[in-house]
């Protein structure tokens, strides 16, 4: 079975840090472009962060550029988003993605897996 598992989220304090897992089953993310994708309440999708397939080119959403990193793990299938100095705006659940593409995007639009996402709320 094909599926993005992501692993990681929870309550966190303004300021603090968390760190978003996506594992990847039934697949090798070798050949995926993969992104991660929020949803705040009562809002819609967006882009926050993507990475090529070989890491060697990222992008980020304007509001995380500087406290979030995306990196990646081919061996273990794995893609990584590390969020620093969080704020209640960041709160929502964080999903990610996988196109088969060697470069990424941060469009919702054609991507081919989808995780069923989890939840980041960052309150005091």
């Known amino acids: 079975q094909l599926q993005l598992v992501e692993s990681g989220g929870g309550l966190v304090q303004p300021g603090g840090s968390l760190r978003l897992s996506c594992a990847a089953s039934?697949?090798?993310?070798?050949?995926?472009?993969i992104g991660w994708f929020r949803q705040a309440p009562g809002k819609g999708r967006e882009g926050v962060s993507c990475?090529?397939?070989?890491?060697?080119?990222?992008d980020y959403a304007d509001s995380v550029k500087g406290r979030f990193t995306i990196s990646r793990d081919n061996a273990n299938n794995t893609v990584y988003l590390q969020m620093n100095s969080l704020s209640p705006e960041d709160t929502a659940v964080y999903y990610c993605a996988a196109q088969r593409e060697r470069r990424c995007h941060l469009l919702l639009d054609g991507m081919d897996f989808w995780g069923k996402g989890t939840l980041v709320t960052v309150s005091s």
């Open positions: 039934g697949f090798t993310t070798d050949y995926y472009a």
């Open positions: 990475i090529s397939t070989s890491g060697g080119f990222t």
